[in-house]
């Protein structure tokens, strides 16, 4: 079992920054990969970065390229999302995702095996 503990939400005004983190603990064995994935009111679940425990690999959709950056602290077992340049559409519950799976993209939801409950980021126009 692993559990993931996401905080550093809140509100901020448009062109701000904000850093989220995810607590994790548990098993470490086999663990391959974290993801931000991201749900705003009435849209569908959207994939935000990942990143690979072994080589600290990493992906962004095009919507948040150069403006987050997703990093991890191995010893203390966190990972974490600088968000910066905010936008109102980045308006959304942010999910912290693990996954003990090889060969996947790490892009789809299904891809993670164990998430956290969210933290509400709001961005203010």
């Known amino acids: 079992q692993v559990q993931l503990v996401e905080s550093g939400g809140g509100l901020v005004q448009a062109g701000g920054s904000l850093r989220l983190s995810c607590a994790a603990s548990g098993r470490t064995f086999g663990r391959r990969a974290f993801g931000w994935f991201r749900q705003a009111p009435g849209k569908v679940r959207e994939f935000v970065t990942s990143i690979t425990w072994s080589d600290g690999s990493t992906v962004y959709a095009d919507s948040v390229k150069s403006r987050f950056s997703i990093s991890r602290d191995n010893a203390e077992r966190m990972v974490y999302l600088q968000m910066n340049s905010l936008k109102p559409e980045d308006t959304a519950v942010y999910y912290c995702?693990?996954?003990?799976?090889?060969?996947?993209?790490?892009?789809?939801?299904?891809?993670?095996?164990?998430w956290g409950r969210g933290t509400q980021v709001t961005v203010s126009s």
């Open positions: 995702g693990a996954s003990f799976h090889r060969g996947v993209s790490y892009y789809l939801w299904d891809d993670y095996d164990y």
